[in-house]
C-alpha cells in the first residue's frame, strides 16, 4: 500500500468552481505536509506548506486533520491557469527524503 | 532566485550505453535527489545524498549509481542503459532539515530520458 494516497482524477471543472482535493497518508509519524504544483512538462514547484491550524493563501486553502490522517487543498474561483497535477507530499519526523503522492489532475474549463 | 540545473532536457541513447545525467545546485544546499517519474507511477526515488560522497538508495536503485564529488553537484550513471530506464529524470535539492515546516525541495526542469 502506497504511503500517501491520492485521486488521480482527472478533475474537469469550469472556471470559477470551487474544487477539492483530498491526501491521505499512512504513516501516523508523519510531521509535515505540503503541496506541490506540477504544470504539464514541468517540473514540481512548492504551492504551499499544510499547518496544523489550516492555512490560506489567495485563492488556497489547505487543512490537515491529523486524527484521520489526510490532508486537504481547496482552491476558489478555479482560473484557467489553476490546470495542472497538485502532488501531496508528506514528511515523516527527522526525515528530509519527503514521500510524494501521485499527483491529482485539475483541468479548468472555460 | 534559487537554481537547479540539468545537463540536458532531452536525451537519446542506446540501449547498452554508459549515461551520465549532471545536476547542479547554486543554492549551498547539503541534500540532493534524483527520480524518476513516469504516468501513473508519480516520483521514484532512486538515490539520495545528504554530503558530499555520501549517497543512499532510494526506493528503485537498480540499474543506476550516484557520484557526488562536490557538494553543488550531483550524477546519475546508467552503466547500461536499458530501454526500461526511458523516462523523465528530475534532479532536486533541499536544505538540511529545519525547525517545523521550513523545508522545501527545488526541482531541476527535467531530462527526459529515451532509449532505443
Known amino acids: 500500500r502506497k504511503e500517501v494516497e491520492q485521486d488521480p482524477g482527472p478533475f474537469n471543472v469550469p472556471e470559477g468552481a470551487t474544487v477539492a482535493f483530498n491526501c491521505t497518508y499512512s504513516?501516523?509519524?508523519?510531521?509535515?505536509f505540503f503541496w506541490y504544483r506540477q504544470d504539464c512538462r514541468k517540473e514540481p514547484k512548492l504551492l504551499m506548506s499544510?499547518?496544523?491550524s489550516g492555512n490560506e493563501d489567495g485563492r488556497f486553502t489547505a487543512q490537515l486533520n491529523r486524527a484521520s490522517q489526510y490532508i486537504s487543498l481547496l482552491i476558489r474561483d478555479s482560473k484557467l491557469s489553476d490546470s495542472a497535477t497538485y502532488l501531496c507530499?508528506?514528511?515523516?519526523?527527522?526525515?528530509?527524503?519527503?514521500?510524494f503522492g501521485r499527483g491529482t489532475s485539475l483541468i479548468v474549463h472555460p | 532566485d534559487v537554481k537547479v540545473t540539468q545537463s540536458s532536457r532531452y536525451l537519446v541513447k542506446r540501449t547498452g550505453e554508459k549515461v551520465f545525467l549532471e545536476c547542479v545546485q547554486d543554492?549551498?544546499?547539503?541534500?540532493m535527489f534524483w527520480y524518476r517519474q513516469d504516468p501513473g507511477l508519480g516520483l521514484r526515488l532512486i538515490y539520495f545524498?545528504?554530503?558530499?560522497?555520501?549517497?543512499e538508495k532510494g526506493d528503485i536503485p537498480e540499474g543506476y549509481s550516484v557520484s557526488r564529488e562536490k557538494k553543488e553537484r550531483f550524477s546519475l550513471i546508467l552503466e547500461s542503459a536499458s530501454t526500461n530506464q526511458t523516462s523523465m529524470y528530475l534532479c532536486?535539492?533541499?536544505?538540511?532539515?529545519?525547525?517545523?515546516?521550513?523545508?522545501?525541495?527545488?526541482f531541476g526542469p527535467g531530462t527526459r530520458l529515451t532509449v532505443t
Open positions: 532536486a535539492s533541499s536544505p538540511a532539515l529545519l525547525a517545523g515546516n521550513l523545508y522545501e525541495q527545488y
Open positions: 504513516n501516523s509519524a508523519s510531521q509535515s
Open positions: 499544510v499547518y496544523s
Open positions: 507530499v508528506v514528511l515523516s519526523g527527522g526525515s528530509y527524503i519527503p514521500t
Open positions: 543554492m549551498d544546499h547539503e541534500n
Open positions: 545524498s545528504y554530503d558530499v560522497k555520501m549517497k
